[in-house]
């Protein structure tokens, strides 16, 4: 699973959790319930699009510059392997702490960006901050309106069976656009 689409699967996780907690309690006969589709949210708001292709072009650049440096080190240890036999010690042991230098640098920038809580992640979590917020805005002020006790999120996976009329999708998108002053 690529590192956007987990990211975008936690997020619609978090979007479900934090509507679950928004939601006042009411006697089961009584609860209405509607349901979002997040995945789909994400595919067609023009923010979530525009978000994810921002956090594409940072990972294409951090992946180039991973690039560059993994192939730093393979020219040192290529040229370490080569010319080992014909170099004096102290050259011998420049170009190997050259080398290890280089494999440090390339370790670390890797841990950096892709490790646990690297600028990946965080740059993931920060641009989807935003999209959830207003999709979690736009969600209560459909809920509140219809009068919907909770609303679920089909992309999560919790919904064996809903009616077609619960599904709140194209009017959450409907929503935000209009939020964002884009007209349909």
């Not at 080190?73 to 420049?94: C, G, H, N, W, Y």
């Not at 992309?155 to 007209?183: C, F, H, M, P, W």
């Amino acid at each position: 699973m690529s590192a956007s689409r987990s990211a975008r699967r936690f997020a619609a996780v978090a979007l479900v959790a934090s509507l679950a907690c928004a939601v006042a309690p009411a006697h089961a006969a009584d609860v209405r319930v509607g349901y979002i589709d997040s995945a789909k949210l994400f595919q067609q708001y023009k923010a979530a699009q525009d978000a994810q292709a921002r956090f594409d072009r940072q990972v294409q650049s951090w992946r180039d510059e991973a690039a560059e440096k993994e192939k730093a080190v393979k020219v040192l240890r290529d040229q370490v392997k080569d010319e080992t036999p014909i170099l004096s010690a102290a050259r011998r042991q420049e170009r190997e702490e050259a080398l290890n230098k280089a494999v440090n640098e390339y370790e670390a920038f890797i841990q950096d960006v892709w490790g646990p809580n690297g600028r990946a992640s965080q740059e993931n979590e920060t641009s989807t901050k935003e999209i959830i917020g207003q999709i979690r805005a736009a969600v209560e002020k459909l809920a509140a309106t219809r009068g919907l006790d909770l609303v679920l999120d089909a992309a999560g996976g919790s919904i064996i069976y809903a009616s077609r009329e619960l599904d709140l999708t194209a009017d959450v998108l409907q929503e935000l656009n209009t939020n964002a002053g884009i007209k349909p």
